[in-house]
Protein backbone atom coordinates (compact mmCIF):
# COMPACT_ATOMS: atom_id res chain seq x y z
CA UNK A 1 0.00 0.00 0.00
CA UNK A 2 1.16 3.23 -0.89
CA UNK A 3 1.02 5.50 1.97
CA UNK A 4 -0.23 9.25 1.09
CA UNK A 5 1.88 12.31 2.46
CA UNK A 6 -0.32 14.09 4.64
CA UNK A 7 -2.31 17.38 3.43
CA UNK A 8 -2.01 19.80 6.35
CA UNK A 9 -2.53 23.40 5.80
CA UNK A 10 -0.27 25.75 7.22
CA UNK A 11 2.07 28.74 6.83
CA UNK A 12 4.86 29.98 9.06
CA UNK A 13 4.69 33.88 10.04
CA UNK A 14 8.23 34.06 10.70
CA UNK A 15 11.48 33.51 8.78
CA UNK A 16 14.34 31.28 10.60
CA UNK A 17 17.54 32.60 8.97
CA UNK A 18 19.24 29.01 10.87
CA UNK A 19 17.50 26.51 8.51
CA UNK A 20 17.89 25.78 4.70
CA UNK A 21 14.32 23.96 5.02
CA UNK A 22 11.82 24.97 2.40
CA UNK A 23 9.14 24.89 5.18
CA UNK A 24 6.66 27.19 3.41
CA UNK A 25 6.26 24.15 1.13
CA UNK A 26 6.77 21.22 3.13
CA UNK A 27 7.51 20.61 6.54
CA UNK A 28 9.06 17.51 8.46
CA UNK A 29 6.76 16.00 10.77
CA UNK A 30 8.37 12.58 11.94
CA UNK A 31 12.04 10.91 11.91
CA UNK A 32 12.31 7.01 12.45
CA UNK A 33 16.37 7.03 13.12
CA UNK A 34 18.09 3.77 13.22
CA UNK A 35 22.21 4.62 14.35
CA UNK A 36 24.86 2.29 15.15
CA UNK A 37 27.37 3.62 17.36
CA UNK A 38 31.08 3.14 16.92
CA UNK A 39 32.95 4.12 19.55
CA UNK A 40 36.72 3.58 17.70
CA UNK A 41 36.10 5.45 14.24
CA UNK A 42 34.08 7.47 16.61
CA UNK A 43 30.70 7.86 14.45
CA UNK A 44 27.29 7.22 13.92
CA UNK A 45 25.95 5.35 11.13
CA UNK A 46 22.91 4.57 9.78
CA UNK A 47 19.44 6.07 8.27
CA UNK A 48 17.10 8.92 9.32
CA UNK A 49 13.49 8.39 7.78
CA UNK A 50 11.66 12.08 7.59
CA UNK A 51 8.20 12.21 6.96
CA UNK A 52 6.83 15.05 5.06
CA UNK A 53 3.79 17.08 5.19
CA UNK A 54 2.71 19.76 2.71
CA UNK A 55 1.56 23.12 2.92
CA UNK A 56 -0.68 22.72 0.25
CA UNK A 57 -2.17 20.12 -2.22
CA UNK A 58 0.03 21.14 -4.94
CA UNK A 59 3.03 19.04 -3.13
CA UNK A 60 6.89 20.10 -3.52
CA UNK A 61 9.48 19.79 -6.32
CA UNK A 62 12.05 19.33 -3.28
CA UNK A 63 12.40 19.80 0.23
CA UNK A 64 15.50 21.07 1.87
CA UNK A 65 17.20 19.30 4.54
CA UNK A 66 19.94 21.18 7.12
CA UNK A 67 22.48 19.04 7.35
CA UNK A 68 26.65 19.71 8.32
CA UNK A 69 29.66 17.43 8.44
CA UNK A 70 27.45 14.53 7.50
CA UNK A 71 28.53 11.62 4.94
CA UNK A 72 25.37 11.05 3.19
CA UNK A 73 25.41 7.56 1.77
CA UNK A 74 22.03 7.74 -0.17
CA UNK A 75 18.43 8.69 -0.20
CA UNK A 76 15.75 6.84 -1.48
CA UNK A 77 12.25 6.45 -1.17
CA UNK A 78 11.01 4.68 1.89
CA UNK A 79 7.52 3.13 -0.06
CA UNK A 80 9.65 1.66 -2.77
CA UNK A 81 13.27 1.98 -1.90
CA UNK A 82 13.66 3.96 -5.17
CA UNK A 83 16.57 6.13 -5.01
CA UNK A 84 15.91 10.01 -5.07
CA UNK A 85 18.29 12.56 -6.73
CA UNK A 86 19.93 14.76 -4.27
CA UNK A 87 22.72 17.71 -3.90
CA UNK A 88 24.51 18.40 -1.12
CA UNK A 89 25.60 22.24 -1.04
CA UNK A 90 28.06 23.55 1.15
CA UNK A 91 27.02 26.88 2.90
CA UNK A 92 30.53 29.35 3.27
CA UNK A 93 29.06 29.89 6.99
CA UNK A 94 30.47 27.03 8.58
CA UNK A 95 27.98 26.87 10.93
CA UNK A 96 24.87 26.44 8.56
CA UNK A 97 26.56 22.93 7.45
CA UNK A 98 25.19 21.98 3.66
CA UNK A 99 21.94 21.77 2.17
CA UNK A 100 20.83 18.70 1.45
CA UNK A 101 17.58 19.23 -1.54
CA UNK A 102 16.49 16.00 -2.52
CA UNK A 103 13.95 15.96 -5.35
CA UNK A 104 10.94 14.52 -5.05
CA UNK A 105 9.57 12.20 -8.17
CA UNK A 106 6.12 12.77 -6.56
CA UNK A 107 5.63 15.91 -5.39
CA UNK A 108 3.52 14.29 -2.49
CA UNK A 109 6.21 11.90 -1.32
CA UNK A 110 5.43 11.00 2.16
CA UNK A 111 8.20 10.68 3.40
CA UNK A 112 12.13 10.27 2.28
CA UNK A 113 14.86 8.31 3.82
CA UNK A 114 19.06 9.06 3.92
CA UNK A 115 21.28 6.72 5.32
CA UNK A 116 24.27 8.56 6.37
CA UNK A 117 27.49 8.23 8.74
CA UNK A 118 28.32 11.36 10.80
CA UNK A 119 31.97 12.56 10.79
CA UNK A 120 34.06 12.27 13.92
CA UNK A 121 34.33 15.95 14.35
CA UNK A 122 30.78 16.53 14.64
CA UNK A 123 29.63 19.86 16.99
CA UNK A 124 26.95 17.90 18.57
CA UNK A 125 28.73 14.94 19.90
CA UNK A 126 31.37 13.93 22.06
CA UNK A 127 33.20 10.69 22.50
CA UNK A 128 35.08 10.14 25.40
CA UNK A 129 37.97 7.58 25.84
CA UNK A 130 37.03 5.42 28.97
CA UNK A 131 39.59 7.52 30.80
CA UNK A 132 37.94 10.38 30.30
CA UNK A 133 34.81 8.76 32.49
CA UNK A 134 34.66 8.07 36.30
CA UNK A 135 34.99 4.44 36.11
CA UNK A 136 37.59 4.23 33.00
CA UNK A 137 36.20 1.03 31.67
CA UNK A 138 33.80 1.95 29.33
CA UNK A 139 33.55 4.76 26.44
CA UNK A 140 31.42 7.46 26.67
CA UNK A 141 28.51 9.30 23.77
CA UNK A 142 27.06 12.01 24.57
CA UNK A 143 24.95 14.76 22.48
CA UNK A 144 24.42 18.50 22.54
CA UNK A 145 22.00 19.44 19.87
CA UNK A 146 20.54 23.21 20.70
CA UNK A 147 20.93 25.77 18.88
CA UNK A 148 21.56 24.27 15.20
CA UNK A 149 23.70 21.29 15.95
CA UNK A 150 21.41 19.03 15.13
CA UNK A 151 21.95 18.62 11.79
CA UNK A 152 25.44 17.19 12.66
CA UNK A 153 24.10 14.10 13.61
CA UNK A 154 20.42 14.19 12.15
CA UNK A 155 19.48 14.91 8.75
CA UNK A 156 16.21 17.56 9.27
CA UNK A 157 14.54 20.67 8.99
CA UNK A 158 16.78 21.84 12.57
CA UNK A 159 14.75 25.21 13.02
CA UNK A 160 12.84 25.71 16.07
CA UNK A 161 9.61 26.60 14.74
CA UNK A 162 9.87 22.72 13.09
CA UNK A 163 8.66 20.47 15.26
CA UNK A 164 8.43 16.92 15.17
CA UNK A 165 8.19 13.37 16.98
CA UNK A 166 10.45 10.87 16.38
CA UNK A 167 11.62 6.97 17.15
CA UNK A 168 14.87 5.40 17.16
CA UNK A 169 16.57 2.01 17.22
CA UNK A 170 20.29 2.68 18.70
CA UNK A 171 22.74 0.28 18.08
CA UNK A 172 25.40 -0.80 21.06
CA UNK A 173 28.31 -2.67 21.60
CA UNK A 174 28.50 -4.90 24.40
CA UNK A 175 28.43 -3.59 27.93
CA UNK A 176 27.08 0.18 26.47
CA UNK A 177 23.43 1.59 27.24
CA UNK A 178 22.20 4.24 25.44
CA UNK A 179 19.26 7.06 26.88
CA UNK A 180 17.72 9.61 24.98
CA UNK A 181 15.12 12.08 25.50
CA UNK A 182 11.90 9.86 24.65
CA UNK A 183 10.26 7.20 26.03
CA UNK A 184 11.66 3.77 26.23
CA UNK A 185 10.49 1.49 23.98
CA UNK A 186 11.64 -2.77 23.36
CA UNK A 187 15.12 -2.57 24.25
CA UNK A 188 17.07 -6.41 23.34
CA UNK A 189 20.11 -5.38 25.81
CA UNK A 190 21.66 -9.18 24.63
CA UNK A 191 21.70 -8.04 21.14
CA UNK A 192 22.87 -4.35 21.85
CA UNK A 193 19.54 -2.54 20.06
CA UNK A 194 17.56 -0.26 21.98
CA UNK A 195 14.37 1.74 21.12
CA UNK A 196 13.11 4.96 21.91
CA UNK A 197 9.69 7.14 21.15
CA UNK A 198 8.97 11.01 21.40
CA UNK A 199 4.96 11.08 20.70
CA UNK A 200 4.85 14.89 21.71
CA UNK A 201 5.91 17.33 18.66
CA UNK A 202 9.28 19.07 19.88
CA UNK A 203 12.36 21.12 17.84
CA UNK A 204 14.85 18.96 16.47
CA UNK A 205 17.36 20.56 19.16
CA UNK A 206 15.62 18.34 21.67
CA UNK A 207 16.77 15.26 20.40
CA UNK A 208 19.63 14.05 22.98
CA UNK A 209 21.29 10.88 23.66
CA UNK A 210 24.33 9.80 25.61
CA UNK A 211 25.41 6.08 26.12
CA UNK A 212 28.18 4.78 28.23
CA UNK A 213 28.09 2.62 31.13
CA UNK A 214 24.89 3.94 32.74
CA UNK A 215 23.16 2.31 35.76
CA UNK A 216 19.83 3.99 36.98
CA UNK A 217 18.31 4.95 40.73
CA UNK A 218 14.39 5.87 41.05
CA UNK A 219 13.56 8.96 43.19
CA UNK A 220 9.72 8.90 42.98
CA UNK A 221 7.41 7.17 40.54
CA UNK A 222 7.92 9.19 37.79
CA UNK A 223 11.31 10.94 38.67
CA UNK A 224 14.89 9.15 38.71
CA UNK A 225 18.67 9.87 38.04
CA UNK A 226 20.77 8.16 35.84
CA UNK A 227 24.79 8.37 36.03
CA UNK A 228 28.10 6.13 35.79
CA UNK A 229 27.48 3.71 38.06
CA UNK A 230 30.11 5.41 40.65
CA UNK A 231 28.75 8.75 40.38
CA UNK A 232 24.90 7.43 41.09
CA UNK A 233 24.44 7.61 44.89
CA UNK A 234 25.39 11.19 45.01
CA UNK A 235 23.68 12.09 42.11
CA UNK A 236 20.52 10.72 43.67
CA UNK A 237 21.28 12.27 46.88
CA UNK A 238 21.80 15.69 45.40
CA UNK A 239 18.68 15.43 43.28
CA UNK A 240 16.16 13.93 45.52
CA UNK A 241 13.76 17.39 45.37
CA UNK A 242 13.13 16.64 41.73
CA UNK A 243 9.93 15.52 42.25
CA UNK A 244 9.22 18.49 44.99
CA UNK A 245 10.32 20.34 41.98
CA UNK A 246 7.61 18.72 39.59
CA UNK A 247 4.88 19.25 42.04
CA UNK A 248 5.51 23.04 42.89
CA UNK A 249 6.07 23.82 38.81
CA UNK A 250 2.57 22.19 38.28
CA UNK A 251 1.43 24.05 40.82
CA UNK A 252 2.08 27.58 39.27
CA UNK A 253 1.95 26.85 35.66
CA UNK A 254 -0.28 23.37 34.97
CA UNK A 255 0.44 19.95 34.31
CA UNK A 256 3.19 17.86 33.38
CA UNK A 257 3.26 17.10 30.23
CA UNK A 258 6.27 14.75 29.95
CA UNK A 259 4.66 11.78 31.56
CA UNK A 260 8.35 11.08 33.29
CA UNK A 261 10.73 13.79 34.25
CA UNK A 262 14.66 11.82 34.74
CA UNK A 263 18.11 13.53 34.52
CA UNK A 264 21.41 11.76 34.21
CA UNK A 265 24.58 13.25 35.11
CA UNK A 266 27.06 13.26 32.27
CA UNK A 267 31.40 12.84 32.62
CA UNK A 268 32.46 16.25 33.34
CA UNK A 269 33.41 17.37 29.75
CA UNK A 270 29.00 18.03 29.28
CA UNK A 271 29.68 21.74 28.18
CA UNK A 272 26.72 23.00 30.50
CA UNK A 273 25.22 23.11 33.57
CA UNK A 274 21.90 21.53 32.04
CA UNK A 275 20.09 21.23 28.94
CA UNK A 276 16.18 20.52 29.15
CA UNK A 277 16.13 17.37 26.68
CA UNK A 278 12.43 16.16 27.42
CA UNK A 279 11.44 13.84 29.63
CA UNK A 280 15.32 13.57 30.65
CA UNK A 281 17.56 16.49 31.58
CA UNK A 282 21.37 16.36 30.90
CA UNK A 283 23.44 17.81 33.79
CA UNK A 284 27.17 18.33 34.89
CA UNK A 285 28.67 16.48 37.78
CA UNK A 286 29.67 20.35 38.71
CA UNK A 287 26.33 20.34 40.59
CA UNK A 288 27.15 17.63 42.86
CA UNK A 289 28.11 19.70 45.78
CA UNK A 290 26.71 17.67 48.27
CA UNK A 291 24.73 20.34 49.73
CA UNK A 292 22.06 20.37 47.12
CA UNK A 293 23.06 24.27 46.88
CA UNK A 294 23.09 23.57 42.97
CA UNK A 295 20.24 22.37 42.41
CA UNK A 296 18.35 25.77 40.76
CA UNK A 297 19.64 24.47 37.40
CA UNK A 298 17.79 21.19 37.82
CA UNK A 299 14.68 23.78 38.68
CA UNK A 300 15.47 25.37 35.58
CA UNK A 301 15.59 22.70 33.08
CA UNK A 302 12.22 21.48 34.49
CA UNK A 303 10.53 24.46 34.00
CA UNK A 304 11.78 24.86 30.47
CA UNK A 305 9.21 21.69 30.23
CA UNK A 306 6.38 24.40 29.91
CA UNK A 307 8.91 27.20 28.80
CA UNK A 308 10.94 26.31 25.61
CA UNK A 309 9.35 22.71 25.47
CA UNK A 310 6.12 23.13 25.53
CA UNK A 311 5.63 26.86 23.85
CA UNK A 312 9.04 27.00 21.74
CA UNK A 313 10.94 29.79 20.51
CA UNK A 314 10.27 30.04 16.77
CA UNK A 315 13.99 31.43 16.06
CA UNK A 316 16.81 32.08 17.91
CA UNK A 317 16.00 35.69 17.82
CA UNK A 318 13.50 35.00 20.35
CA UNK A 319 15.58 32.97 22.47
CA UNK A 320 14.46 35.02 25.10
CA UNK A 321 11.26 33.34 25.34
CA UNK A 322 13.09 30.55 25.96
CA UNK A 323 15.39 31.30 28.87
CA UNK A 324 14.03 34.59 29.94
CA UNK A 325 10.48 32.84 30.78
CA UNK A 326 12.46 29.58 32.64
CA UNK A 327 14.94 31.64 34.60
CA UNK A 328 11.96 33.50 35.99
CA UNK A 329 10.17 30.03 36.63
CA UNK A 330 13.48 28.69 38.12
CA UNK A 331 13.32 31.41 40.52
CA UNK A 332 9.88 31.14 41.73
CA UNK A 333 10.44 26.62 42.11
CA UNK A 334 13.31 27.60 44.46
CA UNK A 335 11.28 30.21 46.24
CA UNK A 336 8.73 27.65 46.85
CA UNK A 337 10.88 24.56 47.88
CA UNK A 338 13.68 26.52 49.44
CA UNK A 339 12.24 30.49 50.54
CA UNK A 340 12.29 34.23 49.23
CA UNK A 341 15.74 34.59 51.04
CA UNK A 342 17.07 32.42 48.92
CA UNK A 343 15.42 33.05 45.95
CA UNK A 344 16.14 36.69 46.49
CA UNK A 345 19.52 36.06 46.54
CA UNK A 346 19.28 34.16 43.02
CA UNK A 347 17.62 37.24 41.51
CA UNK A 348 20.44 39.71 42.98
CA UNK A 349 23.63 36.96 41.74
CA UNK A 350 21.67 37.21 37.98
CA UNK A 351 21.56 40.93 38.10
CA UNK A 352 25.33 40.69 38.93
CA UNK A 353 26.35 38.77 35.91
CA UNK A 354 23.53 40.87 33.51
CA UNK A 355 25.10 44.00 34.41
CA UNK A 356 28.49 42.96 34.15
CA UNK A 357 28.38 41.30 31.22
CA UNK A 358 26.44 44.26 29.43
CA UNK A 359 29.17 46.45 30.37
CA UNK A 360 31.88 43.99 29.05
CA UNK A 361 29.64 43.51 25.60
CA UNK A 362 31.83 44.97 22.27
CA UNK A 363 30.07 48.29 21.42
CA UNK A 364 29.71 45.96 17.70
CA UNK A 365 28.18 43.32 19.83
CA UNK A 366 24.99 45.67 20.99
CA UNK A 367 22.90 43.94 19.13
CA UNK A 368 23.28 40.50 22.21
CA UNK A 369 21.90 43.03 24.75
CA UNK A 370 18.74 43.27 23.20
CA UNK A 371 15.82 40.96 23.84
CA UNK A 372 14.74 40.56 20.31
CA UNK A 373 17.85 39.87 18.35
CA UNK A 374 18.86 40.71 14.77
CA UNK A 375 20.80 36.92 14.26
CA UNK A 376 21.10 36.91 10.40
CA UNK A 377 24.70 37.20 10.09
CA UNK A 378 25.40 35.37 13.38
CA UNK A 379 25.94 31.87 14.43
CA UNK A 380 23.08 31.92 17.33
CA UNK A 381 25.83 30.52 19.64
CA UNK A 382 27.44 33.94 19.38
CA UNK A 383 24.77 35.86 20.74
CA UNK A 384 24.95 33.76 24.15
CA UNK A 385 24.95 35.61 27.04
CA UNK A 386 23.04 35.93 30.09
CA UNK A 387 20.91 38.51 28.27
CA UNK A 388 18.11 36.02 27.34
CA UNK A 389 17.97 34.49 30.94
CA UNK A 390 18.42 37.48 33.18
CA UNK A 391 17.07 40.20 31.19
CA UNK A 392 14.20 38.30 30.38
CA UNK A 393 13.65 36.88 33.36
CA UNK A 394 14.36 40.45 34.89
CA UNK A 395 11.39 41.87 32.25
CA UNK A 396 8.85 39.35 33.60
CA UNK A 397 9.69 40.27 37.10
CA UNK A 398 8.65 43.93 36.62
CA UNK A 399 5.32 42.79 34.97
CA UNK A 400 4.80 40.49 37.69
CA UNK A 401 5.50 43.51 40.31
CA UNK A 402 2.86 45.55 38.46
CA UNK A 403 0.08 43.25 38.00
CA UNK A 404 0.42 41.26 41.01
CA UNK A 405 1.46 37.47 41.46
CA UNK A 406 -2.04 36.20 41.00
CA UNK A 407 -3.14 37.72 37.85
CA UNK A 408 0.30 37.56 36.35
CA UNK A 409 0.24 33.48 36.85
CA UNK A 410 -3.19 33.40 35.57
CA UNK A 411 -1.93 34.79 32.74
CA UNK A 412 1.31 32.70 32.47
CA UNK A 413 -0.72 29.69 33.13
CA UNK A 414 -3.27 30.43 30.00
CA UNK A 415 -0.21 31.60 27.97
CA UNK A 416 1.71 27.93 27.84
CA UNK A 417 -2.19 26.44 28.11
CA UNK A 418 -3.19 27.74 25.08
CA UNK A 419 0.47 27.31 23.13
CA UNK A 420 1.00 24.07 23.90
CA UNK A 421 3.18 22.50 21.67
CA UNK A 422 3.42 25.12 19.89
CA UNK A 423 6.00 28.03 18.20
CA UNK A 424 6.00 31.49 19.64
CA UNK A 425 7.49 34.81 18.31
CA UNK A 426 8.42 37.58 20.40
CA UNK A 427 5.81 39.52 18.46
CA UNK A 428 3.17 37.02 19.18
CA UNK A 429 3.65 37.00 22.43
CA UNK A 430 3.75 40.79 22.74
CA UNK A 431 0.04 41.04 20.88
CA UNK A 432 -1.20 37.97 23.27
CA UNK A 433 0.18 39.79 26.31
CA UNK A 434 -1.11 42.88 24.81
CA UNK A 435 -4.51 41.79 25.42
CA UNK A 436 -4.47 38.89 28.40
CA UNK A 437 -2.55 41.37 30.55
CA UNK A 438 -2.54 45.00 29.80
CA UNK A 439 -6.26 44.87 28.23
CA UNK A 440 -5.62 47.80 26.21
CA UNK A 441 -3.85 49.65 29.05
CA UNK A 442 -1.63 51.68 26.72
CA UNK A 443 -0.59 53.76 29.58
CA UNK A 444 0.64 50.89 31.51
CA UNK A 445 2.41 49.88 28.18
CA UNK A 446 4.88 53.32 28.44
CA UNK A 447 5.33 53.39 31.85
CA UNK A 448 6.51 49.89 32.07
CA UNK A 449 8.97 50.54 29.12
CA UNK A 450 7.97 47.16 27.47
CA UNK A 451 9.30 48.61 23.85
CA UNK A 452 12.57 49.22 25.65
CA UNK A 453 12.67 45.88 27.22
CA UNK A 454 12.52 44.18 24.10
CA UNK A 455 14.34 46.23 21.34
CA UNK A 456 17.13 48.32 23.22
CA UNK A 457 20.27 47.41 24.55
CA UNK A 458 20.97 47.71 28.15
CA UNK A 459 19.14 47.85 31.25
CA UNK A 460 15.85 49.76 31.45
CA UNK A 461 15.61 52.06 34.41
CA UNK A 462 12.80 50.27 35.88
CA UNK A 463 14.60 46.92 36.68
CA UNK A 464 13.01 45.80 40.05
CA UNK A 465 16.27 45.06 42.69
CA UNK A 466 14.89 42.82 45.44
CA UNK A 467 16.83 44.14 49.05
CA UNK A 468 18.43 40.91 50.38
CA UNK A 469 19.68 42.04 54.33
CA UNK A 470 21.91 38.53 53.67
CA UNK A 471 23.69 40.52 50.92
CA UNK A 472 24.43 43.95 52.61
CA UNK A 473 26.13 42.02 55.19
CA UNK A 474 28.21 40.41 52.32
CA UNK A 475 29.45 43.27 50.77
CA UNK A 476 30.36 44.71 54.28
CA UNK A 477 32.13 41.71 54.79
CA UNK A 478 34.05 42.35 51.57
CA UNK A 479 35.18 45.18 52.17
CA UNK A 480 36.24 45.07 55.60
CA UNK A 481 38.18 41.79 54.92
CA UNK A 482 39.72 43.57 52.25
CA UNK A 483 40.86 46.33 54.21
CA UNK A 484 42.09 45.01 57.33
CA UNK A 485 42.39 40.78 56.61
CA UNK A 486 39.43 40.90 59.43
CA UNK A 487 38.58 36.95 59.24
CA UNK A 488 35.81 37.17 62.15
CA UNK A 489 33.69 39.14 59.02
CA UNK A 490 34.23 35.60 57.13
CA UNK A 491 31.22 33.88 58.26
CA UNK A 492 32.34 30.15 57.46
CA UNK A 493 29.95 28.08 59.14
CA UNK A 494 26.88 29.73 58.28
CA UNK A 495 27.03 31.29 54.76
CA UNK A 496 25.51 29.52 52.45
CA UNK A 497 26.42 29.32 48.49
CA UNK A 498 24.84 32.51 47.54
CA UNK A 499 26.34 34.31 50.51
CA UNK A 500 29.89 33.42 49.48
CA UNK A 501 29.20 34.26 45.55
CA UNK A 502 28.27 37.30 46.76
CA UNK A 503 31.24 37.83 49.16
CA UNK A 504 34.12 37.04 47.12
CA UNK A 505 32.04 38.88 44.20
CA UNK A 506 32.18 42.37 46.25
CA UNK A 507 35.66 41.69 46.42
CA UNK A 508 37.96 45.18 45.04
CA UNK A 509 39.40 44.60 42.01
CA UNK A 510 43.05 44.74 43.54
CA UNK A 511 43.33 42.56 47.06
CA UNK A 512 47.11 41.88 48.51
CA UNK A 513 47.87 38.71 48.04
CA UNK A 514 48.59 38.71 51.43
CA UNK A 515 44.88 39.07 52.41
CA UNK A 516 44.08 36.00 49.90
CA UNK A 517 46.71 33.78 51.31
CA UNK A 518 44.83 34.60 54.83
CA UNK A 519 41.30 33.71 53.44
CA UNK A 520 42.45 30.89 51.58
CA UNK A 521 43.98 29.84 55.11
CA UNK A 522 41.00 30.24 57.04
CA UNK A 523 38.39 29.00 54.55
CA UNK A 524 40.16 26.30 52.35
CA UNK A 525 38.60 28.06 49.37
CA UNK A 526 41.33 26.58 46.84
CA UNK A 527 40.18 23.55 47.62
CA UNK A 528 35.98 24.30 47.13
CA UNK A 529 34.36 21.22 46.59
CA UNK A 530 31.50 23.53 45.53
CA UNK A 531 32.19 24.71 41.55
CA UNK A 532 30.14 27.83 41.80
CA UNK A 533 32.49 28.76 44.48
CA UNK A 534 35.41 27.56 43.26
CA UNK A 535 35.03 29.10 40.33
CA UNK A 536 34.35 32.82 42.02
CA UNK A 537 37.12 32.09 43.91
CA UNK A 538 39.96 31.80 40.81
CA UNK A 539 38.27 34.92 39.32
CA UNK A 540 39.73 37.16 42.06
CA UNK A 541 43.09 34.93 42.06
CA UNK A 542 43.68 35.54 38.58
CA UNK A 543 42.99 39.03 38.55
CA UNK A 544 45.61 39.56 41.16
CA UNK A 545 47.83 36.70 40.07
CA UNK A 546 47.77 35.00 42.67
CA UNK A 547 50.11 32.11 42.43
CA UNK A 548 49.28 29.84 45.48
CA UNK A 549 46.13 29.08 43.74
CA UNK A 550 47.01 28.14 40.21
CA UNK A 551 47.52 24.73 41.11
CA UNK A 552 43.75 24.17 41.89
CA UNK A 553 42.75 26.82 39.22
CA UNK A 554 44.77 24.22 36.16
CA UNK A 555 43.26 20.46 37.95
CA UNK A 556 39.50 22.87 38.32
CA UNK A 557 39.77 23.26 34.11
CA UNK A 558 41.19 20.26 33.66
CA UNK A 559 38.60 17.97 35.02
CA UNK A 560 35.42 19.47 33.96
CA UNK A 561 34.51 21.33 30.88
CA UNK A 562 31.02 23.72 31.47
CA UNK A 563 31.62 26.47 29.18
CA UNK A 564 30.13 28.82 31.96
CA UNK A 565 32.85 28.29 34.02
CA UNK A 566 35.45 27.63 30.99
CA UNK A 567 34.96 31.20 29.15
CA UNK A 568 35.38 33.47 32.37
CA UNK A 569 38.48 31.53 33.21
CA UNK A 570 40.05 31.91 30.30
CA UNK A 571 39.47 35.31 29.17
CA UNK A 572 40.29 36.64 32.50
CA UNK A 573 44.28 34.76 31.55
CA UNK A 574 44.19 35.70 28.58
CA UNK A 575 43.55 39.88 29.86
CA UNK A 576 45.89 39.71 32.68
CA UNK A 577 49.08 39.70 30.95
CA UNK A 578 51.08 37.65 33.51
CA UNK A 579 49.05 34.64 33.59
CA UNK A 580 48.59 34.54 29.39
CA UNK A 581 51.18 31.84 28.62
CA UNK A 582 49.62 29.81 31.76
CA UNK A 583 46.62 30.26 30.23
CA UNK A 584 48.35 28.58 26.58
CA UNK A 585 49.68 25.97 28.51
CA UNK A 586 46.72 24.69 30.23
CA UNK A 587 44.81 25.01 26.95
CA UNK A 588 46.61 22.80 25.26
CA UNK A 589 46.50 20.38 27.84
CA UNK A 590 42.65 20.45 28.20
CA UNK A 591 41.53 21.37 25.19
CA UNK A 592 41.50 16.91 23.84
CA UNK A 593 39.10 16.55 27.00
CA UNK A 594 36.64 19.49 26.17
CA UNK A 595 33.27 19.17 23.96
CA UNK A 596 33.74 21.12 20.37
CA UNK A 597 31.08 23.65 21.62
CA UNK A 598 33.35 24.54 24.75
CA UNK A 599 36.96 24.41 22.21
CA UNK A 600 34.75 26.36 19.64
CA UNK A 601 34.32 29.05 22.53
CA UNK A 602 37.75 29.35 23.85
CA UNK A 603 39.74 28.66 20.87
CA UNK A 604 38.51 31.86 19.75
CA UNK A 605 39.54 33.37 23.19
CA UNK A 606 43.22 31.70 23.77
CA UNK A 607 44.26 32.45 20.35
N1 LIG B 1 19.05 25.38 27.14
C1 LIG B 1 20.10 25.83 27.98
C2 LIG B 1 21.46 25.46 27.49
C3 LIG B 1 21.78 25.94 26.08
C4 LIG B 1 21.39 27.16 25.62
C5 LIG B 1 22.49 25.12 25.24
C6 LIG B 1 21.69 27.55 24.32
C7 LIG B 1 22.80 25.52 23.95
C8 LIG B 1 22.39 26.74 23.49
C9 LIG B 1 19.90 25.35 29.41
O1 LIG B 1 18.58 25.30 29.82
C10 LIG B 1 20.56 26.34 30.32
O2 LIG B 1 20.17 27.47 30.26
N2 LIG B 1 21.51 25.91 31.13
C11 LIG B 1 22.15 26.77 32.10
C12 LIG B 1 21.43 26.65 33.41
C13 LIG B 1 21.41 27.86 34.28
C14 LIG B 1 21.09 29.14 33.59
C15 LIG B 1 20.53 27.67 35.48
C16 LIG B 1 23.60 26.33 32.22
O3 LIG B 1 23.98 25.39 31.53
O4 LIG B 1 24.35 26.92 32.95
ZN1 LIG C 1 17.75 27.25 29.96
Same mark, same amino acid.
Request: proline share 5%; aromatic share 12%; glycine share 4%.
Given at each position: ?113 ? +? ?27 ? *? ?140 ? +? ?130 ? *???? *? ?123 ? *? ?60
Amino acid at each position: MLIIGCLTMFAFSFKDVHTFGNVDQVRTTHLSLDLSLDFDKKVMKGSCVVKLAYADDKGAAYVDLDTRMLTIESVTNPADNSPLKYELTKDARDYMGAKLRVHLKDPKTAAVKV +TYVTDPAAGALQWLDPAQTTSKKKPFLLT *QSQAILARTWIPCMDSPGVRVTYDAVVRVPEGITPIMSAAHGQHEPDKGIYRFDMKHPIPPYLIALAAGEIAFKAISDRCGVYAEPAVLEKAAWEFADMEKMVVAAEKLYGKYRWDRWDAIVLPPSFPFGGMENPMLTFATP +TLLAGDRSLVNVMAHELAHSWSGNLVTNATWSDFWLNEGFTTYFERRIVESLYGKDTAQMQWLLGQRDLKHEIVEMAAADQEFAKLYQDLSKHDPDAAFSSVPYDKGANFLLVLEQHFGRDKFDTFLKNYFD *QHAF *QTMTTEKFLTFMRKNLFKGDEKAWETLKVDTWISDPGIPGNMVIPASKNFEKTRQAAKTFAAKGDTSVVKKDTWNTEEWLDFLNSMPEKVDHARLKQLDEYANLSQAGNSEILFAWQMVCIRNTY *QPSFASLEDFLLRQGRRKFLKPLYQAMMANPETKTMAKQIYTKARAGYHPISTATIDAIVK
